[in-house]
């Protein structure tokens, strides 16, 4: 089974010989192209080019582009409790 077909397959909440990896790259992509942070997260082709190293690096079975983090923040807060 390849890369391609394990993601497929866990997506669907099907049995897969191993769980499906999808690493979020980040601006760890801007280490792989040799690159600042603040260069890396400028320039689309710089993104480009990190993600294709890790996938070539890590052969991972898929590459999230976007990491949404607002809405899991927000369903993770606490209430702080207002002091007078």
Known sequence: MNRRD???KALRNETTPRP?????????GAKLT????REYLQSSDLILAGL???N????PDG???VFA???ARKSTATRRPRWS
């Open 6 to 8: 394990v993601l497929l």
């Open 34 to 37: 040799g690159r600042t942070a």
């Open 69 to 71: 983090n607002g809405p």
């Open 63 to 65: 590459l999230p582009i």
């Open 52 to 54: 294709r190293r890790a």
């Open 20 to 28: 499906a990896w999808l690493p979020f790259v980040g601006v760890h």
């Open 56 to 59: 070539e690096l890590y052969r």
